[in-house]
């Protein structure tokens, strides 16, 4: 049972363009989301994160909005860059939890054009 | 300030046998996470230590286990290998929780 899902396997964008990158989930107690980049050969690297009071947070180019009632979230890249080529993972956890983890998603793979 | 540190980078294995994969955690983090991700998906929770004692376990068997040491390095073990085993092995650490979390590159296992 995937409770966090990235349906997009991939994503091609133009320079400069905004990416959009989408993600849902089902667990109702998730109540802290989290956007990854991950090179190839390298470890995930934080992004951006949200919590479940708020509905958007901007950091940069980088802006995350949360739909609590559609269990939805999305990462939006403005203007696009070709640097920003990787997977992107988003991820969730509940702050309550005795052991913080992290619940992923499967990624989606981002491909900026120059 | 150094980062989080595994080894070895890669490693073969033959089903059956026991591996042990190592980690230092970034200077000043006291808890460490251990995630699997397969080939085409996201990392999966393994377990977590705090203070050298696991405070949570994802959904994985008892032949996963790990230690947490004084100066906070961290070791996952994994007996009885089996192929699915085969996987990217990521350990995390972290001071202030879920947002302070600093992945290391990982340790690409296979198993034959």
């Known amino acids: 049972d995937q409770q966090v899902k990235q349906n997009s396997p991939s994503l091609s964008v133009q320079e400069g363009r905004i990416s959009i990158l989408n993600c849902d989930y089902t667990?109702?107690?998730?109540?802290?989301f989290l956007w990854y980049k991950k090179y190839p050969a390298e470890g995930p690297t934080f992004l951006i994160s949200i919590s479940s009071i708020k509905d958007k947070n901007e950091d940069g180019r980088f802006t995350v909005f949360l739909n609590k009632s559609a269990k939805h979230l999305s990462l939006h890249i403005v203007p696009s860059q070709p640097g920003d080529s990787a997977v992107y993972f988003c991820a969730a956890s509940i702050s309550s939890g005795s052991a913080r983890q992290l619940t992923f998603g499967s990624g989606t793979q981002l491909t900026v054009l120059p | 300030e150094t980062g989080v540190t595994q080894s070895p980078t890669h490693l073969i294995k033959t089903r059956g046998q026991q591996v042990t994969l190592r980690c230092s955690s970034q200077?000043?983090?006291?808890?460490v996470s251990w995630y699997q991700q397969a080939l085409g998906q996201g990392p999966q929770f393994i377990f977590q230590?705090?203070?050298?004692?696991?405070?949570g376990r994802g959904n994985f068997p008892p032949r996963f286990s790990g230690l947490q040491f004084p100066n906070y390095s961290s070791e996952l073990n994994v007996n009885a290998l089996e192929l699915d085993d085969s996987a990217l092995y990521l350990c995390?650490?972290?001071?202030?929780?879920?947002?302070?979390?600093?992945f290391g590159s990982g340790t690409r296992l296979t198993v034959v």
């Open positions: 667990n109702s107690m998730f109540d802290y």
């Open positions: 200077s000043g983090h006291n808890t």
């Open positions: 230590y705090y203070r050298e004692e696991e405070n």
């Open positions: 995390a650490s972290s001071f202030t929780g879920v947002n302070g979390y600093t």
